[in-house]
Each structure stands twice: as C-alpha cells, then as structure tokens.
C-alpha cells in the first residue's frame, strides 16, 4: 500500500520511513527481549483517561500513547522517567504493522514498524520522526487488542485503549 502523500513510501501514513527494521541490531534485540503478559506491568492497568476503542477484535485504529526511558530535550524539565503522553494509530499492512503517534501535544512525532511474529509479538524499529538520527530496535507484546506492551533498550513505548 503507498501514501497519496509519499508514494514512494512503505509505511501506510506517508511518512518518512524506518530504515532497516530488521536489521541486525533489532534481530539481537529481539532474541534478549522476551516480554510476557503480566498483571503487574506498567501499562496493565487503564492510565489514558479516554476512550479511544473504536475498534474491536484488531489492533488497527486509534491509541492513545506513551513512551519513557529517556529525556526529550525540546522538553524543557523533561526527564527519562517521565512519561511523554499522545495519540497513536495502527495501521496493518501485510505481516507489518504500522505505529504512527505523538507527545508533546502533537509536536513530536515517532513511528514504529514492525513485523509480526505470531500473534501477540512484534518486532522492529522506532524512528523518531523529527530527529531522524534517533532509531532504536522495539519489541512489542500485543497482550489484547486494547494494550501493546513496548520495549526499547532504555524504556518503554506503550499503547493503550
């Protein structure tokens, strides 16, 4: 599927893409990276405070996001405990599947892609859209189609419904 924005693109939005999502340094992330469902993670119980579950049965449609483990710095204060908070949406292309989303009240963008390996784990690479020198393997735990669990060597990019 190509963007009417960038048809030159792989990703579905039309934005800049990840390079090399498989490459080796995912591959090595991927096999120390086994992340398991628990009731005790961080992003298992409810914390986005609306109701973005517009669809059912899919992990295709609308998130809300959030991603910790290291510090914006067009954040002033900005810390890597915290918390950068926005919106997200998953789009599904083949065995890839597609994470668009935001912080900073829209004005950070970032986006994951992702292969599928069976039906709850993903694996691939995060590129931060407006510092394109910022790419980082990920590793996503689908738990439902209301929560993905996301993991990066310093922290976390979760999505919730």
């Known amino acids: 599927m190509k963007s009417e924005n960038n048809p030159a693109s792989r990703n579905p939005f039309g934005v800049m893409d990840v390079p090399n999502p498989n490459d080796d340094g995912v591959m090595q992330f991927a096999r120390i990276t086994v992340p398991e469902e628990s009731?005790?993670?961080?992003?298992?119980k409810p914390w986005n405070g609306e109701d973005t579950n517009d669809r059912r049965g899919t992990i295709e449609g609308e998130w809300s996001s959030r991603w910790?483990?290291?510090?914006?710095?067009?954040?002033?204060?900005?810390?890597?405990?915290?918390?950068k908070q926005g919106q997200g949406e998953a789009k599904i292309v083949g065995d890839r599947v597609y994470l668009l989303f935001d912080w900073d009240?829209?004005?950070?963008?970032?986006l994951i892609d992702a292969?599928?390996?069976g039906p709850q784990r993903l694996v691939g690479k995060y590129i931060?859209?407006?510092n394109p020198e910022i790419t980082v393997p990920w590793v996503g735990l689908v738990v439902s189609d209301q929560r993905i669990d996301g993991y990066f060597s310093q922290g976390r990019v979760d999505f919730r419904r």
């Open 105 to 110: 009240s829209g004005a950070r963008r970032g």
């Open 39 to 44: 009731a005790d993670d961080e992003n298992a």
């Open 128 to 130: 931060n859209l407006n």
């Open 68 to 83: 910790k483990g290291a510090a914006d710095p067009t954040i002033p204060g900005d810390t890597p405990d915290q918390w």
């Open 115 to 117: 292969q599928r390996e």
